[in-house]
């Protein structure tokens, strides 16, 4: 008998701490690695949203040589109505510098941080750590979804 319930015992010790520690990531949606979305202001208006500036007349050169993905979403759903959107397959930890020309009128430096996270569920991913701008004014909260720069 004392067997019995010794085997019983250790049964539940096993069974008890088995799973319990690990966490449950089946309901965690993992995003890509991170891009740079920009929300950009002149005169209190969205220049991308109100269609100042398009994909045409947009360029983002950088110091690296790093194949960039520029989008443009004149219409996006959420806390603004219009983003650029800036992102590469190439972007490991470590810091970017990129010149931003809006047609012939504005052009501004941005210098952008990302570091990687280690997450349990989705893995080491890119984040952004740092984004900042001496040219321009940028209203941006570290690893938000997207960045208000008022351009002067």
């Known amino acids: ?17 088995s799973e319990d520690n690990k966490t449950d990531c089946s309901l965690v949606l993992c995003a890509a690695n991170d891009s740079i979305n920009l929300e950009l202001i002149a005169d209190g208006e969205n220049v991308i949203s109100n269609g100042t500036y ?33 992102s590469s397959f190439d972007w490991q930890a470590g810091t970017y510098f990129y010149t931003i020309s809006l047609g012939t009128d504005y052009e501004f430096d941005l210098e952008v941080t990302f570091s990687t996270t280690d997450d349990s569920c989705c893995g080491d991913r890119l984040v952004i750590t740092e984004l900042s701008s001496n040219d321009v004014f940028t209203d941006a909260e570290t690893h938000s979804s997207f960045y208000t720069i008022v351009l002067n």
């Open 1 to 17: 008998m004392p067997r019995i319930i010794l085997l019983t015992l250790l049964c539940f010790a096993f069974t008890s701490c």
């Open 54 to 86: 398009t994909l045409q007349n947009i360029e983002v050169s950088g110091n690296s040589s790093e194949k960039l993905e520029i989008r443009v979403f004149p219409d996006t759903q959420g806390a603004t109505s219009g983003l650029l959107e800036i």
